[in-house]
Each structure stands twice: as structure tokens, then as C-alpha cells.
């Protein structure tokens, strides 16, 4: 980029967060110039930062929902990545906040870290947090499972959001954006994706509201002073 044109970029940058909210002053604006994915990536991780906030296209585009430059930061990134569906509506009342969060879930030990994350987010609002579970396999039993998921649950996020656990059966994709949708659900928290045809990936594809894609190298911070976190049973995925 020549000069003057970075100095358009960055005026333009300027312009679209003044729209958005013109009495904040904690914003700022960067001009960056080779491989968008790769670029937004460092620059996130020289800050360091705390969130990733990208767009999607979504159900507005059910061809190509989510952009290579989206797929490669999601992929990649050591913070969390939250990501908005083209169109979504957001209340100007109360911009960011989310009153319902499902957070979905399996049997491996790293969902513990999303269960974390999804009611560090609830403290904030005294959310609802819905841990959902969808098997493919006939074992272990239903109950079994939501066992499991409740004494993953921090016993002293109990004190701050109310929290409930769904367990079913079927395809995990379909599954929990069904389960987000009839809750009407305000951000929907996942694991990052294991492989490029994870169930991540099918969620983000055709997830109708913000989806946050949790990374445990920079996780959300947890508010609860470690002298007073508890223990909690760590779960062990099912053999396959």
C-alpha cells in the first residue's frame, strides 16, 4: 500500500467505528498490508489480545457461509474468535451483552475450558448458560453423561447465572443449532476446531447467531480469585 492510500483505509476505519459509537474513546484503527489471515493473526498476538471479533456471511450465504480469511483466524488463533453472522440484529439497548449463552459440548477433557468460558461470560448479565451434549453413540447413557457435564460445571458459578444441561441424541451440528435457535440464544460458545470438518466447522456454516470459538492458549479470563476455585471432575472422552 502506498502512502496515501493506507491514509484512505485508515480514515475509512475511522469513519466506520466513529458511526458505530462516536462518544468511545478506547477504539482505534490499523492499516496492515500482506495475507489478510495471517496479518490479523500477528497483530493479535503482538497486543496480545483478548478477542478476535470477525464477520460471517451465514445463512445469507448458505454456499460459502464463512470466508477463507475467517476459516484461516478461527483456525489459528490463540485467543478466542467471535463471529457475526451478516444481518444480525443487535439491540442498541444493551449492545454486547448476552443474556443467553449455549455453550455445546462433548466428553472430551478440553470442554471443561468452554464450560469455563461460557460462565466467566455469564457473570457479567446473570446469564442463563445451556451446556448442550449431542451423542452419535448409544453409550454412555444419557444420564451418565449429564452427570459428567454438571460436575464439570464450577459449583461457584452456580452463585452468579443459572445453568442447565441438555443431553440428546442425533447429528451434533444440527443438533445444537436447533437447541440455539429455540432458546433463542444470544452467542453460542464451541471448542476450536479439531480437523476442517469438525463439528466447529458445521456450526459456524449455518449458525444463525454470534458463535464464539473458544482457544485455550488465551482463554476468557475467569473471574473467581484462586484461592476460591474448586476442584472439578475432568471428563475423559468415550472410546470410539
Request: proline fraction near 9%; glycine fraction near 6%.
Amino acid at each position: 500500500l502506498g502512502v496515501l492510500e493506507r491514509d484512505r483505509h485508515m480514515v475509512k476505519l475511522r469513519e466506520a467505528l466513529a458511526s458505530v459509537d462516536s462518544t468511545n474513546d478506547r477504539t482505534g484503527a490499523a492499516v496492515r498490508q500482506g495475507h489478510p489471515g495471517a496479518q490479523i493473526l500477528q497483530f493479535a498476538r503482538l497486543l496480545p489480545a483478548d478477542l478476535i471479533v470477525m464477520g460471517a456471511a451465514g445463512a445469507e450465504r448458505p454456499e460459502r457461509p464463512m470466508g477463507s480469511v475467517t476459516a484461516t483466524v478461527v483456525a489459528r488463533s490463540q485467543c478466542p474468535v467471535l463471529i457475526v453472522p451478516s444481518g444480525r440484529r443487535i439491540n442498541p439497548g444493551a449492545p454486547g451483552l448476552f443474556k443467553r449463552i449455549v455453550c455445546a459440548v462433548d466428553l472430551a477433557p478440553a470442554s471443561v475450558s468452554v464450560i469455563r468460558q461460557a460462565v466467566s461470560l455469564a457473570r457479567e448479565t446473570a446469564a442463563l448458560v445451556t451446556c448442550v451434549c449431542i451423542m452419535m453413540d448409544p453409550e454412555p447413557s444419557s444420564s451418565e453423561i449429564h452427570d459428567r457435564l454438571l460436575n464439570a460445571i464450577p459449583p461457584e458459578a452456580r452463585g452468579w447465572c443459572d445453568i442447565e444441561v441438555i443431553v440428546k441424541r442425533g447429528v451434533p451440528a444440527a443438533e445444537i443449532i436447533r437447541v440455539a435457535e429455540t432458546s433463542n440464544a444470544d452467542v453460542l460458545l464451541v471448542g476450536p476446531p479439531r480437523r476442517w470438518t469438525s463439528t466447529t466447522q458445521a456450526v459456524l456454516a449455518r449458525s444463525v447467531c454470534p458463535v464464539l470459538v473458544t482457544h485455550d492458549v488465551r482463554p476468557l479470563p475467569y473471574p473467581v480469585d484462586k484461592s476460591t476455585l474448586s476442584q472439578t471432575v475432568p471428563m475423559v472422552a468415550s472410546p470410539r
